[in-house]
């Protein structure tokens, strides 16, 4: 997490725009009466300080003490999100671009990415990235002298997808447009690149710092000599996609994201050629570990790549150094949950 540097909250880091295609806000007029009233709230105080929100009505509530993500019974979507300074997840910063744009990552309730979907909370939020129905944004500062909560009121953002566990959120501008085109694939790159310079290596504490660390790996594409020794070895100096010989080109990939020494294993890795690397790491191909057949994203129809789609993945001759079937399995569901959201 990034701290300002003279204040008790965290700061928006500025990025580039220059991907960005934004799009109007749904007009919330079109929502139920209750529920456009709620999400107006964040609208008109936005950029604001708070303490913890208090009912517009009785048994109207805007936010949960009990959970950072709050979905009122008579929704279907989510409402509201508050970034806490100390909660049991580890959620992302959030970000300005220089457009106005602003976004952020914030972790799912439940620790386990399988068990999304057993979350009442969740699936509100996946009804909003299914409508593009923005929910209301607090950001939890430090208490006040005398322990009284405080927020700021960052107003609404639109939750865009779900990856590994983590939702992407697309901030609403002043003029009530939004970045249609961030996946959580790209916030997390962006967040890399943000951090790739100023950050010391070291070993991720946590999903979210782990998958950090694969987009830094895309970024400044560094990898540990050993394990890439073991690949080459195992996998006969050939990339397990394409069949490519060529050394120079060819990098070790973990398929479960780096989190220490112990990442490590041949079969928690694949020997890639530099750009399929790249694209594995962003979730544009992956492995059915079913069939164990390549599978390409829609987003690369039409471009060379089609010739690898539905191909059999390349194997070791020494079949206790396969590819695992349960980290393909983790790289599967991410890849399912990318596509989705495309």
């Known amino acids: ?174 003029d009530g447009f939004w970045a249609a085109t961030a996946t959580a694939v790209e916030v997390l790159l962006a967040d890399a690149e943000e951090s790739l310079d100023s950050e010391p290596e070291e070993v991720p504490d946590d999903d979210y710092d782990a998958r950090r660390r694969v987009s830094r790996q895309i970024v400044a594409r560094r990898g540990q000599s050993q394990f890439r020794a073991a690949l080459l070895s195992a996998y006969g100096g050939a990339c397990a996609v394409t069949g490519t010989a060529a050394t120079a080109v060819l990098e070790a990939a973990h398929i479960r994201p780096y989190r220490g020494p112990a990442s490590n294993t041949v079969p928690n890795g694949l020997l890639l050629r530099a750009d399929i690397h790249t694209l594995f790491d962003l979730a544009l191909i992956a492995v059915d570990p079913m069939t164990r057949r390549i599978k390409v994203s829609e987003e690369l129809a039409g471009t060379p790549y089609d010739e690898v789609d539905g191909t059999q993945l390349r194997e070791p001759k020494d079949s206790s150094l396969a590819a695992s079937v349960d980290a393909l399995s983790t790289a599967w569901a991410f890849f399912l949950a990318a596509e989705q959201a495309r």
């Open 1 to 174: 997490m990034t701290s300002g540097t003279d204040t008790d909250v965290r700061q928006h880091l500025r990025l580039s725009s220059c991907w960005v295609v934004v799009v109007p806000l749904v007009d919330l007029a079109d929502l139920t009466p209750l529920h456009a009233e709620r999400l107006q709230w964040f609208l008109d105080r936005e950029d604001e300080t708070t303490g913890f929100p208090p009912p517009l009505r009785a048994d109207i509530h805007l936010s949960s003490r009990p959970k950072g993500i709050f979905k009122p019974r008579d929704l279907d979507y989510a409402l509201s999100i508050r970034i806490n300074l100390d909660s049991p997840y580890p959620d992302g910063d959030v970000y300005d671009r220089d457009d106005g744009t602003w976004f952020f990552a914030y972790h799912q309730e439940n620790s386990d990415p399988a068990q999304r979907d057993r979350e009442y909370t969740n699936l509100g939020l996946l009804r909003c990235i299914e409508d593009r129905i923005p929910v209301g944004v607090l950001r939890e500062r430090v208490p006040d002298t005398n322990n009284r909560d405080k927020y700021d009121i960052l107003g609404l953002a639109v939750p865009t997808g779900w990856a590994d566990g983590f939702f992407s959120f697309e901030g609403v501008r002043p």
